[in-house]
């Protein structure tokens, strides 16, 4: 299981058994297209609340 959450508060924001599902969730809703442009011209904005890590964790079992 992986979480995402911010670097600064340790607030989980999202949460997903693959960690590529993470990295689809962060492009998919911290990105708001704006007037600025990435490496190959692509028009994009990334509104991010606070840095992001995203950490591996164990869960329980009972």
Do not use: F
């Not at 692509?42 to 890590?53: A, G, N, Q, W």
């Amino acid at each position: 299981m992986y979480v995402v959450a911010g670097l600064n508060t340790g607030t989980e924001y999202y949460r997903a058994k693959y960690q590529s599902e993470c990295i689809r969730w962060i492009n998919e809703n911290m990105s708001k297209h704006k007037k600025a442009c990435n490496t190959r011209g692509d028009e994009i904005k990334v509104d991010i609340p606070e840095p992001l890590v995203i950490k591996k964790v164990v869960e329980m079992q009972h």
